[in-house]
């Protein structure tokens, strides 16, 4: 008897470690530079078909799902331009693009799923993730510092740093008093460009944004931004207003027209 349930249990350990699935991503963080070609890498062991996941991550969000494979085309094609190709023979299902983006910036997962369960909700494993980090490329740097003042009277000062490069360390301030935001990028669709920016506040009204960052600035980091400058910019055009009102003029000269004809056109009907 003992002898049965000696051979039953190694039975069932044979078959669990037969069922057993991993997922594996050997990179756990990738830096490129915009409009490079990526690749992140996945390798998954199971002995049973399966369904394979890319999924993507950004900061304070939950997953979405770039793309899967099921069966057929080895290639994938998903969202946002990524593909992959599932290689059954190296146990792979890497993940490309031809061209990234600085809003590729994410953490990736590449996950299995067991589809002998026969279940439409299976249950995934996912690999560790690996983080994606898309450097932006920017034109002609030209790092300024911003003191950004409040029309109305405050306790906080706050300091913009724009426009530098990439590579840029600007993750610490210097003085530990001030607070940094993440680095972000800002993108100027209307001027087909874009560029980098932090901001650093502090509730210290003797705030100097010349050296709250460690980096050396050029000669306009002494001009103040000051919120009342910028109502300058949204002075009307007259030669716009003149335009639109002539547009307007023709629109309702047209319209009179248009309802005398149908106005003596009614009347002639009726005699």
Same mark, same amino acid.
């Given at each position: 008897?003992?002898?049965?349930?000696?051979?039953?249990?190694?039975?069932?350990l044979f078959l669990r470690g037969a069922g057993a699935q991993s997922v594996t991503q050997p990179d756990g963080h990738i830096t490129v530079s915009e409009g490079a070609r990526l690749e992140l890498r996945c390798n998954y062991s199971t002995s049973f078909s399966s369904y394979l996941f890319w999924y993507i991550q950004y900061p304070?969000?939950?997953?979405?799902?770039?793309?899967? =494979?099921?069966?057929?085309?080895?290639?994938?094609s998903g969202i946002k331009g990524f593909e992959a190709e599932f290689r059954s023979s190296e146990k792979s299902f890497h993940l490309r693009k031809t061209s990234a983006h600085w809003k590729d910036s994410a953490k990736y997962f590449c996950a299995l799923s067991d589809t002998t369960s026969g279940s439409s909700s299976y249950k995934l494993t996912f690999g560790k993730g690996t983080l994606l980090i898309v450097n932006p490329n920017i034109?002609?740097?030209?790092? *300024?510092? =911003?003191?950004?003042?409040s029309?109305?009277?405050?306790?906080?000062?706050?300091?913009?740093?724009? /426009?530098?490069?990439?590579? *840029?360390?600007?993750?610490?301030?210097?003085?530990?008093?001030?607070?940094?935001? /993440?680095?972000?990028?800002?993108d100027m669709g209307a001027l087909g460009s874009k560029s980098n920016g932090v901001v650093a506040w502090s509730s210290r009204t003797d705030l100097g944004c010349?050296?709250?960052?460690?980096?050396?600035? =050029?000669?306009?980091?002494?001009?103040?931004? /000051?919120?009342?400058? *910028?109502e300058k910019s949204f002075e009307t055009d007259m030669n716009l207003n003149f335009q639109n009102l002539s547009v307007i003029g023709f629109r309702v000269l047209l319209l009179k027209v248009v309802g005398y004809n149908l106005l003596m056109t009614l009347r002639l009907w009726s005699s």
């Amino acid at each position: 008897m003992t002898l049965v349930f000696t051979l039953m249990l190694e039975v069932l350990l044979f078959l669990r470690g037969a069922g057993a699935q991993s997922v594996t991503q050997p990179d756990g963080h990738i830096t490129v530079s915009e409009g490079a070609r990526l690749e992140l890498r996945c390798n998954y062991s199971t002995s049973f078909s399966s369904y394979l996941f890319w999924y993507i991550q950004y900061p304070n969000q939950g997953l979405q799902l770039l793309l899967k =494979y099921t069966s057929g085309n080895s290639l994938v094609s998903g969202i946002k331009g990524f593909e992959a190709e599932f290689r059954s023979s190296e146990k792979s299902f890497h993940l490309r693009k031809t061209s990234a983006h600085w809003k590729d910036s994410a953490k990736y997962f590449c996950a299995l799923s067991d589809t002998t369960s026969g279940s439409s909700s299976y249950k995934l494993t996912f690999g560790k993730g690996t983080l994606l980090i898309v450097n932006p490329n920017i034109q002609n740097p030209d790092p *300024a510092v =911003y003191l950004l003042r409040s029309p109305k009277s405050s306790n906080t000062s706050v300091c913009l740093y724009t /426009d530098f490069e990439s590579q *840029a360390n600007v993750s610490q301030v210097t003085r530990p008093v001030v607070f940094s935001s /993440d680095s972000t990028v800002l993108d100027m669709g209307a001027l087909g460009s874009k560029s980098n920016g932090v901001v650093a506040w502090s509730s210290r009204t003797d705030l100097g944004c010349g050296d709250t960052f460690n980096q050396t600035f =050029y000669s306009s980091s002494g001009i103040p931004c /000051d919120a009342k400058i *910028a109502e300058k910019s949204f002075e009307t055009d007259m030669n716009l207003n003149f335009q639109n009102l002539s547009v307007i003029g023709f629109r309702v000269l047209l319209l009179k027209v248009v309802g005398y004809n149908l106005l003596m056109t009614l009347r002639l009907w009726s005699s």
